[in-house]
């Protein structure tokens, strides 16, 4: 079993930033893929940034690309989602999820965090 506490969501104003953070803990030698997911009232889960652990290779959704950055500190078994330049559209609930292989699709996924809430002022 694996889990997955996120933290560090918040309010901010638009073009503001935020870090958040999953805490990973338990038995996760068959994992290789953490990712960042999020849903807004009334819309679907949708996947933000996954990160394959062994060898690195990251994804981005279209609309975060060049704002969001996914990293890792493997010391702290923690993930991060360092997000910059925020917009209102950027109002969700961030999920942390972590799984054996990277998908846009949260199905894919076997371990999910709580959620954190990051709305964003215009």
């Known amino acids: 079993q694996v889990q997955l506490v996120e933290s560090g969501g918040g309010s901010v104003q638009a073009g503001g930033s935020l870090r958040l953070s999953c805490a990973a803990s338990g038995s996760s030698y068959k994992l290789d893929c953490m990712a960042w997911f999020r849903q807004a009232p009334g819309k679907e889960r949708e996947g933000v940034a996954s990160m394959y652990l062994s060898g690195g290779s990251t994804y981005y959704v279209d609309s975060v690309k060049g704002r969001f950055t996914i990293s890792r500190d493997n010391a702290k078994n923690t993930v991060y989602l360092q997000m910059n330049s925020l917009k209102p559209e950027d109002t969700a609930i961030y999920y942390c999820?972590?799984?054996?292989?990277?998908?846009?699709?949260?199905?894919?996924?076997?371990?999910w965090g709580q959620g954190t809430q990051v709305t964003v002022a215009s």
């Open positions: 999820a972590a799984g054996s292989y990277c998908s846009r699709y949260a199905r894919a996924y076997d371990y």
